[in-house]
């Protein structure tokens, strides 16, 4: 008998849902120090991201979309790098008997290690439409002497 693989899909994520509902119902940690870590997580959405390496540098594409380059903070350190945007709007009119107040919040965040060594202090980034390109170039490789050893 055939069975739908999105229905599998469905009920383990159904069913990862109640396991984590009920780890955060159940925590100690979600009813005193922090009750809304859960929707604290959802403010931020994790960005697309390429990674390019070539023979002497990685290049990371990361898609940003509507955000300003004054509101990115990128970390680069020799083997991880992290994007953190936060973007927070507030719109308000008041007139006579009325008011209209707006806010709005967009954040991203990513963390990840890289799959080789770079230099983060030689890291340049640029971001335009969109996307913030980080070049890092590679770590130089120690070589490695080689030496004969006479065996007796």
Known sequence: MWKDPFEEIRKFRKEMNRLFDTFWSQSEISQKALPDIRRDMQLFREP??????????????????????????????????????????????????????ERSYKGFYRSMGL????MPEQAKASYKDGVLEVI???????????TKVKVE
Do not use: C, F, R, S
Not at 75 to 87: A, C, D, F, M, R
Not at 136 to 146: G, I, N, Y
């Open 136 to 146: 890092m170039p590679k770590a130089e490789k120690k070589k490695l002497k080689k």
């Open 115 to 118: 799959p080789v060594k770079v």
């Open 48 to 101: 697309l991201l390429d990674l390019k390496e070539t023979d002497d540098m990685l290049i990371a594409n990361i898609e940003l979309p509507g955000i300003d380059k004054k509101d990115i903070q990128l970390q680069i350190t020799e083997n991880g790098l992290e994007v953190k945007v936060e973007k927070k709007k507030e719109a308000k009119v008041e007139k006579k008997g009325y008011l209209k107040a």
